[in-house]
């Protein structure tokens, strides 16, 4: 994997980029937990910009070193941009880490499938997956990932998420046996 060389200067450089293009602070801000929050993190415009997608990636990379994993993935829709850059770092590093994403719900033509990204004839069975996210409120969204790629054959061997914010989330992955690695979390934004 990719050594950020300078971890803490990258995390340093994320926030700038996510305060300048993707976080919002004052008024309440229905998100999609349900729950309401001042703080709300539009993570789209930061995981679509060059700058951002490739320090996210760095990061991520750097986190599930010690993992080993073979993909990257998780739940459509904020999932796909992150494992998508995590899989083109990955390749630039010279140790490529693929990538997939599950479905909320399975397509009704074509293989009607619920995970995307993988060649015909392979499966996750036996694989490595790290689950990713881009901001982890309650956990719910990569957890259902987990549990998909889990019921296809895959080991999942963490959850990585851009921000946590600090709502509940590592609880109901240490449920669910799996560990939590945010990369960021609130506190980071607070003023």
């Given at each position: ?154 080991e999942v061997v963490g959850v990585v998420t851009v921000v946590d ?27």
């Amino acid at each position: 994997m990719p050594a950020g060389g300078n971890s803490t200067g990258l995390k340093a450089r994320l926030v700038e980029i996510i305060k300048e293009r993707s976080f919002q602070s004052g008024r309440e801000i229905k998100l999609a937990s349900g729950r309401t929050s001042t703080y709300y993190f539009n993570m789209k415009p930061t995981m679509l910009d060059a700058e951002g997608a490739h320090v996210i990636a760095t990061l991520i990379l750097d986190a599930v070193a010690g993992l080993k994993p073979d993909l990257v993935g998780g739940l459509e829709m904020g999932a796909v941009p992150i494992a998508s850059a995590v899989a083109a770092v990955s390749h630039g590093a010279g140790q490529p880490v693929g990538a997939f994403f599950v479905r909320k719900q399975a397509k009704d033509h074509g293989t009607q499938s619920l995970i995307e990204g993988l060649p015909a004839g392979e499966s996750l069975k036996g694989k490595r997956v790290v689950i990713v996210e881009d901001v982890t409120t309650t956990g719910g969204s990569a957890v259902k990932a987990a549990e998909t790629v889990r019921n296809e054959g895959a080991e999942v061997v963490g959850v990585v998420t851009v921000v946590d914010r600090l709502e509940g989330a590592g609880e109901a992955f240490a449920a669910a046996g799996l560990t939590l690695t945010p990369i960021l979390t609130l506190d980071d934004f607070r003023a």
